[in-house]
C-alpha cells in the first residue's frame, strides 16, 4: 500500500448520541495501515514518555502514550469542564478585541521521548472521541539528542528537528495515519496541534535502531529484544495476540501480554520469524509461557539461519513446554545466525523469547556502520 493510499479525514464527527461511542469511529478499514505491523517506538513498555507539553488544561500529556484505546464517559466532568481521555489544551485566543483569532502560526505542543531509537515509518494521530475539539492541523518533528536531554534543551536553539509529518489537516474521531519516508534515526518527537485542541492517543512505527556502543559495553545480551533491535519478520498466527509481544521487555504479567493463536483443527504447527538484531553467537535461550496455563504451546523447537536466504538450522529440538514456566537452555555449541524461527506445537502460545549471546565481529561492523548512516 502507498502513501498515497493511506486514507485521511478532515472535519468534525456527529456529537455524541449515546450507545457504543465507537461506532462512527473513523479508521482505514480492515486491512489497517500498511506500518501497523511494526514496533511502536513510543511504547511506555520500551521507556517512552511525554516529556513536556506546552498546555494541557484539560487533559494531561501523558494520556497521550497509553496502551489501551481511548475510553468515553459522557457523565465525567471536573472542575475545569469535560475530562478527556487523552491531551487537550485550552481554547487559544488572539490579542485584542480587534484580533480575536490567534494567529496562523499559534499552536500547542508536546516533546515526546521515544522508548527506542529508531527509523520511524509511519505514525498516527488518534483524536477518539475529540469530535469538535480536535486540533485543525497537526505537524510532527523529530531530532536525534544523546543521553537524557531535558525539555530545555530539547527546545533549544542548537537542537536541529526534522520534519516528518507537515501540516496538515485531520478530522476529529479519527485515526489519521501518515506514512513517513525520513531515512534517519531519531530519539525524540515534538507533535504540533495547529491551534490547539486534543489528540487522545499517538503511535509512532517503525525499527529499533540500537546504540552500538552500547551493546559492545554488554558484551552479552538478549539478541532478539525490540528495545536492542530485534524484531518479528512474520508468525503464522495473530488471532489473540501481536508476535511482538514476545520480544517486549520484562516478564509478561497477564495472559494478552503474550502470544496466543487460535485453536488448530489440522495436524499443522504455529510459528514466528525473528530477525536478530545482527550477526551473533547464541548460547543461552529462555522460553517463558506465563499467565499460559490452559494454552500454552505443547512443545516447542528452534532454528537459526545465517541470512535471509541461508538454510535453518535445528538448534533446540522438539522439547516440552509447561504451563506458566520460564524454560531456560544452555545451547551445546553457539549457534551463529541472524534469523531465529521458533516453531509451536501443534498450536497455543508463549509469553517471551530471550535469547541471549553477542554480535559476532561482523554482525558489529555492519550495526555500526548503519548507526552512522542514518545520523546516530
Request: charged share 25%.
Amino acid at each position: 500500500m502507498s502513501a498515497s493510499s493511506i486514507p485521511s479525514f478532515t472535519g468534525d464527527a456527529s456529537p455524541y448520541g449515546g450507545g457504543d461511542p465507537y461506532a462512527d469511529y473513523r479508521t482505514p478499514g480492515p486491512s489497517g495501515f500498511p506500518f501497523a505491523h511494526l514496533a511502536d517506538l513510543a511504547d511506555r513498555r520500551l521507556g517512552a514518555g511525554v516529556v513536556a507539553a506546552g498546555d494541557e488544561f484539560f487533559a494531561e500529556r501523558e494520556n497521550l502514550l497509553k496502551p489501551e484505546p481511548a475510553e468515553f464517559d459522557p457523565e465525567h466532568f471536573g472542575h475545569k469542564g469535560k475530562i478527556m481521555d487523552g491531551w487537550e489544551t485550552r481554547r487559544r485566543r488572539g490579542v485584542s478585541a480587534e484580533q480575536p483569532h490567534p494567529a496562523d502560526d499559534d499552536h500547542d505542543w508536546a516533546l515526546v521521548r521515544l522508548g527506542a531509537p529508531g527509523v520511524v515509518r509511519g505514525i498516527v494521530v488518534d483524536t477518539a472521541h475529540f469530535r469538535g475539539n480536535y486540533p485543525q492541523a497537526v505537524s510532527i518533528e523529530g531530532t536525534s539528542v544523546a543521553g537524557s536531554p531535558s525539555p530545555a534543551e530539547l527546545l533549544g536553539d542548537d537542537v536541529k528537528w526534522t520534519t516528518l509529518v507537515p501540516r496538515t489537516a485531520v478530522g476529529g474521531h479519527a485515526a489519521n495515519g501518515f506514512a513517513v519516508d525520513v531515512e534517519q534515526r531519531f530519539t525524540h518527537l515534538r507533535v504540533n496541534q495547529h491551534p490547539d485542541g486534543g489528540i487522545a492517543r499517538l503511535r509512532v512505527h517503525g525499527e529499533v535502531v540500537p546504540d552500538p556502543a552500547w551493546l559492545g559495553a554488554l558484551g552479552t545480551f538478549d539478541l532478539v529484544a525490540l528495545e536492542n533491535g530485534g524484531q518479528v519478520e512474520d508468525a503464522s498466527d495473530r488471532f489473540y495476540s501481536p508476535a511482538t509481544n514476545t520480544i517486549q521487555p520484562g516478564r509478561s504479567r497477564k495472559m494478552d501480554d503474550g502470544w496466543e493463536t487460535r485453536r488448530r483443527r489440522d495436524k499443522g504447527n504455529d510459528w514466528i520469524r525473528y530477525q536478530m538484531v545482527g550477526q551473533a553467537e547464541i548460547r543461552a535461550v529462555e522460553i517463558d509461557t506465563a499467565y499460559l496455563k490452559g494454552n500454552s504451546a505443547g512443545w516447542a523447537a528452534l532454528s537459526v539461519r545465517d541470512g535471509a536466504e541461508g538454510e535453518w538450522r535445528e538448534v533446540l529440538p522438539r522439547t516440552r513446554m509447561q504451563p506458566d514456566t520460564n524454560h531456560r537452555f544452555v545451547l551445546d555449541a553457539p549457534a551463529v545466525g541472524t534469523h531465529v524461527r521458533i516453531d509451536i506445537y501443534p498450536d497455543g502460545g508463549i509469553s517471551r523469547l530471550r535469547l541471549f549471546g553477542s554480535l559476532t565481529e561482523q554482525g558489529a561492523a555492519r550495526l555500526t556502520a548503519r548507526h552512522q548512516e542514518l545520523g546516530g
